[in-house]
């Protein structure tokens, strides 16, 4: 067991009772043409998830926030030219995820210690 899990323990909660439970792994995706139209989509992102790539953003969203986010997004993009993608991901599934190599953080990282 690392020091983080010994320090910060995972604690049983009820079936369907855990923290973001109606919530959903949504994988969001751009390529946008413009860079003035780039840097607000990015900026957007970054409210609403984790940086994973260059222009690929881990969101952990329930439906009405990923309704807002999308909204937003579609008022910043040109849609002749540039191009959003959402999957969205169920929770069995994310647990399942696997990742290799390094990441690109985030530019902001908040951390709560209560």
Sequence with gaps: MSWFEEAFP???Y??????GAKQMLIL?????????????????CEDYGLRVQYSFFECHL????FDTLWLKL????????DRLVAYRIDA???KSTLTAGTMVCAEKAVCYLV
């Design 14 to 19: 009820e079936r369907g009772k855990q923290p």
């Design 74 to 81: 579609l008022d910043l993009i040109d849609e002749e030219n």
């Design 62 to 65: 329930d439906d009405d926030s």
């Design 92 to 94: 069995k599934s994310a």
């Design 10 to 12: 995972i604690l049983p």
């Design 28 to 44: 969001l995706g751009y390529d946008i043409a413009n860079q003035k139209r780039l840097a607000k989509v990015a900026k957007t």
